[in-house]
């Protein structure tokens, strides 16, 4: 089976930085290296957001709120995702969610993906 694992969350204050990893177990053949990838984020008593999707070859998206201010990368080697977050905002603060399974940017709005994490908390103070 299986699994994605966040790691990388955690407090920070207004201006700072984190840098979110999510690794693919359990890929023994290597499956999701072909799956477009992403993070959303969820918000105590907000709707969930798409902050970012990246395509196998490395071609991005982001919501406007993020851009240029995150970078979301993979390392299909490592079969891991991550997601450089800079100048954070307490707005950013979130339950942030890697996930996978996925076939297109759509995914950023449509939330169609067939496999997610279990979440990793960024709190951002100001």
């Known amino acids: 089976q299986v699994t994605l694992v966040e790691s990388g969350g955690g407090s920070v204050q207004a201006g700072g930085s984190l840098r979110l990893s999510c690794e693919v177990v359990g890929d023994s053949l290597g499956v999701y290296r072909n799956y477009y990838k992403g993070w959303f984020r969820q918000a105590p008593g907000k709707d969930r957001e798409g902050v970012a999707v990246?395509?196998?070859?490395?071609?991005?998206k982001y919501t406007d709120s993020v851009q240029g201010r995150f970078i979301v990368s993979r390392d299909n080697a490592k079969n891991t995702l991550y997601l450089q977050m800079n100048s954070l905002k307490p707005e950013d603060t979130a339950m942030y969610y890697c996930?996978?399974?996925?076939?297109?940017?759509?995914?950023?709005?449509?939330?169609?993906?067939?496999?997610r994490g279990q979440g990793t908390q960024v709190t951002v103070s100001s």
């Open positions: 996930a996978a399974e996925c076939y297109g940017y759509a995914c950023l709005t449509d939330f169609n993906w067939g496999l």
């Open positions: 990246i395509n196998p070859y490395g071609g991005t």
